[in-house]
């Protein structure tokens, strides 16, 4: 069992900032390939950004690319959403979620993922 709680949420201006932290607990975090996904209201979870259990590998969804960064500490057992450039669209609940390095090749998918924290709110002010 792998608990997540994320954080770093809030209200930003178009254009600002935010990093969203997500701290693991449970089984060994080095072995989980980690994601993020959000959920806007009225829409379908979508994928945001993974990355493998090194960090070697990365994805992101085209909609976030160049303007977010994905990261992890290990040591910490925390994974990090570095969002700049924000914009209305992005306004969504933010999860991260955990999944086996097996399921890499699907990282995009919710499937691939079995753990999912309760989510941290981003609200971006046109």
């Known amino acids: 069992q792998v608990q997540l709680i994320e954080s770093g949420g809030g209200l930003v201006q178009a254009g600002g900032s935010l990093r969203l932290s997500c701290a693991a607990s449970?089984?060994?975090?080095?072995?989980?390939?980690m994601g993020w996904f959000r959920q806007a209201p009225e829409k379908e979870r979508e994928f945001v950004a993974a990355i493998w259990r090194s960090g070697i590998s990365i994805g992101y969804a085209d909609s976030v690319k160049g303007r977010f960064t994905i990261s992890r500490d290990n040591a910490k057992t925390t994974v990090y959403l570095q969002m700049n450039s924000l914009k209305a669209e992005d306004t969504a609940v933010y999860y991260c979620?955990?999944?086996?390095?097996?399921?890499?090749?699907?990282?995009?998918?919710?499937?691939?993922?079995?753990?999912w924290g309760q989510g941290t709110q981003v609200t971006v002010s046109s």
């Open positions: 979620a955990a999944g086996p390095d097996t399921k890499w090749p699907m990282y995009r998918g919710a499937r691939a993922y079995d753990y």
């Open positions: 449970g089984r060994t975090f080095s072995n989980y390939i």
